[in-house]
């Protein structure tokens, strides 16, 4: 099973590849490199050697919500458990930090659906969620699935 570990500084211009890569392909929004830089600290990689093979983010957006965002994975990496695990490890993060909700835009239900989420109508969620809307080059034409993970309170 590959390790997940923190994002460094000098990851970014490979996440940033990864992340466009399939945004170019229209599965993905686009990440701006100055974007990730401000928000290193909410990624997570799986390496091979120095190589960023995928990579995945866990950004706050409340005091009790969180979403999981830029879940991306090399191709030639797909479908041997790189994207499960850094979920997992985004999914871990948030009741580490005591969120109860995290929440996703995805084009892959069905990948997030393994995880406990469920598919949720976009207003359900939070109108703080929106503020990165503004930017997105679909808005306010969104055709992501969003979807919702309560997790269990720990203790």
């Not at 170019?24 to 093979?53: C, F, H, W």
């Not at 871990?92 to 084009?107: P, Q, S, W």
């Not at 969104?142 to 309170?153: F, I, W």
């Given at each position: 099973?590959?390790s997940?570990?923190?994002?460094?500084?000098?990851?970014v211009?490979?996440?940033h590849?990864?992340?466009?890569?399939?945004?170019?392909?229209?599965?993905?929004?686009?990440?701006?490199?100055?974007?990730?830089?401000?928000?290193?600290r909410?990624?997570?990689v799986?390496?091979?050697?120095e190589?960023?093979?995928?990579?995945?983010?866990?950004h706050?957006?409340w005091?009790d919500?969180?979403?999981?965002?830029?879940?991306?994975?090399?191709?030639?990496?797909?479908?041997?458990?790189?994207?499960?695990?850094?979920v997992?490890a985004?999914?871990?993060?948030a009741?580490?930090?005591?969120i109860?909700?995290?929440?996703?835009?995805?084009?892959?239900?069905?990948?997030?659906?393994?995880?406990?989420?469920s598919?949720?109508?976009?207003?359900?969620?939070?109108?703080?969620?929106w503020?990165?809307?503004?930017?997105c080059?679909?808005?306010p034409?969104?055709?992501?699935v969003?979807?919702?993970?309560?997790?269990?309170?720990?203790?």
């Amino acid at each position: 099973m590959p390790s997940v570990e923190k994002a460094r500084i000098s990851d970014v211009t490979q996440i940033h590849q990864i992340i466009n890569a399939f945004a170019a392909k229209g599965v993905m929004l686009p990440r701006p490199l100055s974007e990730l830089y401000e928000n290193i600290r909410d990624y997570v990689v799986v390496r091979a050697g120095e190589q960023v093979t995928g990579c995945a983010a866990l950004h706050v957006s409340w005091d009790d919500t969180a979403e999981v965002r830029s879940v991306a994975v090399v191709d030639e990496k797909q479908r041997q458990g790189v994207g499960s695990v850094l979920v997992k490890a985004c999914l871990d993060e948030a009741k580490e930090l005591g969120i109860a909700t995290v929440f996703c835009l995805t084009y892959q239900p069905e990948f997030f659906e393994r995880f406990r989420f469920s598919q949720v109508d976009k207003m359900e969620l939070p109108r703080k969620v929106w503020t990165e809307c503004y930017h997105c080059p679909k808005f306010p034409n969104c055709d992501e699935v969003a979807m919702v993970c309560r997790l269990e309170k720990e203790g």
